[in-house]
């Protein structure tokens, strides 16, 4: 049986030189995310989301993001969680995604911002039946006695909204992480990985710094 400590892998596919990348971090994820999208990755759009109370206290899980450009990376959840809690009280986030595939990884730290009630009713709606319905049936992140709980209330939603829209519920919407930092690592030999640091400027613009691995 294999120690866990003996668990290693080789990264020797691609290099990442300063040289190499765009001058803006988003352009940069472009050129990345394509390749990705292009790659054989399940739930390439999965990212860890990291969120802390006030007082410091961190947690993390998957999300999945769902839009981003030059103003900062989309998510969707609901208001009441422990995640959209922790954010109430304190909006510094991070996301990572890795790619194991391409052995890449993209870390992006930032502050985080609601999106517009337009937009969470847009994508919302785009959304199966099913996903509308479990967004009004669960009270995210809060204890339950038993999953008959959870699929009595899905059902009671199911018989209000039967051909009907279902809208939007007040307390389930995305919110937008606005990027400070972005680091692009690319695995290579020797755990000398390539570490390339976007960070934004007070006049905002973007430094690039390669980072020690």
Do not use: C
């Not at 400070?180 to 905002?204: A, C, K, M, V």
């Amino acid at each position: 049986m294999t120690k866990i400590a003996d668990i290693r892998t080789e990264y020797k596919l691609q290099t990442l030189n300063e040289s190499d990348v765009a001058n803006h971090p988003i352009r940069q994820f472009d050129k990345w995310w394509s390749e990705a999208m292009n790659s054989d990755i399940d739930e390439v759009n999965a990212m860890v989301l990291a969120t802390a109370t006030k007082d410091g206290k961190p947690s993390a899980r998957i999300v999945l993001l769902k839009d981003y450009d030059e103003k900062g990376f989309v998510f969707y959840t609901n208001y009441d969680s422990q995640k959209g809690l922790e954010l109430a009280d304190n909006p510094n986030a991070s996301i990572v995604f890795f790619w194991k595939e391409l052995q890449r990884q993209v870390r992006i730290e930032g502050v985080i911002e609601k999106v517009s009630a337009e937009e969470s009713d847009t994508y919302f709606n785009s959304r199966p039946e099913g996903s509308r319905i479990g967004a009004w049936a669960s009270p995210q992140s809060k204890v339950v006695p038993t999953r008959n709980v959870l699929e009595d209330k899905y059902e009671e939603y199911h018989q209000k909204f039967a051909g009907k829209n279902i809208p939007r519920p007040s307390h389930w919407g995305g919110y937008r992480i606005k990027p400070t930092e972005i680091e692009f690592w690319q695995g290579r030999p020797n755990r000398l990985h390539d570490r390339i640091l976007y960070s934004q400027q007070e006049e905002g613009n973007w430094k690039i710094e390669r980072l020690a691995p």
